[in-house]
């Protein structure tokens, strides 16, 4: 059962900050998940929102500011004051400091965005071992070009709620490029998480932050949770 900390231990520190990233791998993550967006002079940063505003001091959007502004801002008092002072980290820092520590699951968050983003990511990323690193997003064609791009290294597509499920023909064509499918938990049934066992996939659903959950997932028999607390993983592996 994979462990993977959503955007580090986001349910116990300022998400996707050093802070986030140590305390999951103290807490026994496999993988630390992020998202992966870009400055306006070209530098990839690990941030979620399109914007700075809920996790930041600062305003405006991230494809707007210049990588040296980004990184200025206080990314750790929104959470809580004992948190002031991490930073926005950019993927290389990301990369340098947690490789070899925990795998990685990186999405690239609204690649529609930032053209290019797929060829940048697999030039960071092939420094690197790949073994241990997947890349996901919600936009299919960008994963689709990065499996183009860097055959090597894994690929994963998220998968938000569909009121009518996936289907066989979605799935199909996905399991032509992707290792993993991963779906919101609401999604998630014993039947969907067969079929993708089926096609040679496996499925590590989002986001897991109750143990109500957890062993809901657990009984469906998924590969692995992403999750804000992964102390809960440990709890049942
Ligand atoms: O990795 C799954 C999850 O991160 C996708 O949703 O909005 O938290 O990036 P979001
Ligand atoms: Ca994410």
Redesign the pocket.
């Known amino acids: 059962m994979l462990n993977?900390a959503?955007?580090g231990a986001s349910g116990y520190a300022p998400e996707n900050t050093k802070a986030s990233f140590d305390l999951g791998i103290k807490m026994g993550a496999d993988y630390l998940?992020f998202?992966v967006q870009r400055s306006r002079d070209g530098v990839l940063v690990v941030i979620?929102d399109t914007n700075v505003e809920r996790t930041t001091d600062g305003s405006g959007e991230v494809r707007d500011r210049k990588a040296a502004e980004l990184l200025k801002l206080d990314a750790g008092s929104w959470f809580s004051p004992e948190f002031k002072g991490e930073r926005i980290l950019t993927f290389s820092q990301v990369l340098d400091r947690y490789n070899g520590k925990a795998g990685m699951?990186i999405?690239l968050?609204s690649p529609s965005l930032y053209p290019g983003i797929e060829q940048q990511t697999a030039a960071e990323l092939a420094k690197y071992p790949l073994a241990d690193k997947v890349v996901?997003s919600?936009e299919q064609e960008s994963m689709k070009n990065m499996h183009r791009i860097l055959p090597d290294v894994k690929i994963?597509v998220?998968m938000k709620f569909r009121p009518l499920g996936i289907s066989s023909a979605m799935l199909r064509d996905i399991s032509e490029y992707a290792h993993f499918l991963?779906p919101?938990k609401k999604l998630v049934s014993r039947a969907l998480v067969q079929k993708i066992h089926a096609l040679g996939m496996k499925t590590?659903p989002?986001?897991v932050r109750n143990r109500e959950a957890v062993s809901f997932l657990k009984k469906m028999e998924v590969d692995g949770m992403?999750t804000d607390y992964p102390d809960y993983i440990n709890e049942i592996r």
Do not use: A, P, V
């Open positions: 993977i959503h955007r998940e998202d979620h699951l999405e968050k996901q919600f994963g998220l991963n919101s590590t989002y986001t992403i």
